[in-house]
């Protein structure tokens, strides 16, 4: 995350209790600063809203870091979704100038946020691998060409569970409909756990957008 927040910056240690969130904010709202011409309040309303768009923005990434291999296109929206939230909240207090430089940040805190965790991910298999020099420069682009077609699959495999999922959840609950009339209410309990337990086993396998 250093690229968002500039060349050299350092991250405060545990040592000093300084939350990491707040640390960014603090960065952002340093960057953002010198392009809007705010007052007290604004400024205060401002901090808040960014505070609260990084502590999204930072959940969002690390809910898939476990992954290994980012959906790109997923966190995209999800970060774009976060920064449109960030905006209405803004315009209560911002004039129409001011939104527009604030949309112009956001667009490009979005983008390198995006690019910063693809350059991690470049960084962290290149290590693994002990690459040398000359195949790290080979690899970039093969990489990079590479992780957009798997964030493609990644997705499209996405919306596929969220469709099916949606669809095995209508039809259990027209089951249970169907078999009230029919089944004890021990019965029907047991048939309620059985599908849970299903329903549990589809979740566990999407659940990287939760």
């Known amino acids: 995350a250093r690229k968002l927040i500039g060349k050299g910056a350092e991250y405060p ?12 904010a603090d960065k952002v709202m340093t960057a953002v600063e010198p392009r ?3 007052t007290a309040e604004q400024r205060t309303h401002l901090q808040m809203v960014i505070e609260m768009a ?8 690390m809910a898939q870091a476990g992954l290994g291999l980012f959906d790109y296109q997923l966190l995209s929206r999800q970060l ?12 209560e207090f911002l004039d129409s100038q001011q939104m527009a430089e604030i949309k112009r940040y956001l667009a490009e805190l979005t983008t390198k946020v995006v690019e910063t965790v693809r350059e991690v991910l470049f960084d962290q298999i290149t290590t693994f691998l002990d690459l040398t020099p000359q195949q790290i420069e080979r690899f970039r682009p ?14 499209r495999f996405r919306v596929t569970f969220e469709e099916f999922r949606g669809d095995f959840e209508a039809l259990q609950k027209e089951t249970r409909q169907k078999l009230e009339g029919i089944l004890t209410e021990d019965q029907m309990r047991t ?20």
């Not at 990084?54 to 990434?61: A, D, I, L, Q, S």
């Not at 329903?199 to 999407?206: F, M, S, V, Y």
């Open 13 to 24: 240690s545990q040592a000093t209790g300084t939350d990491l969130e707040t640390f960014i």
């Open 36 to 38: 809007l011409d705010l």
């Open 54 to 61: 990084v502590g999204k923005f930072n959940e969002t990434v």
């Open 80 to 91: 774009g979704a976060i920064a449109g939230t960030a905006e209405t909240r803004l315009t």
């Open 142 to 155: 093969i990489f990079r060409e590479e992780a957009t077609r798997w964030s493609s699959l990644l997705d």
């Open 191 to 210: 048939l309620s756990e059985t599908q849970q337990i299903l329903r549990e086993k589809i979740r566990d396998l999407i659940s990287t957008d939760e």
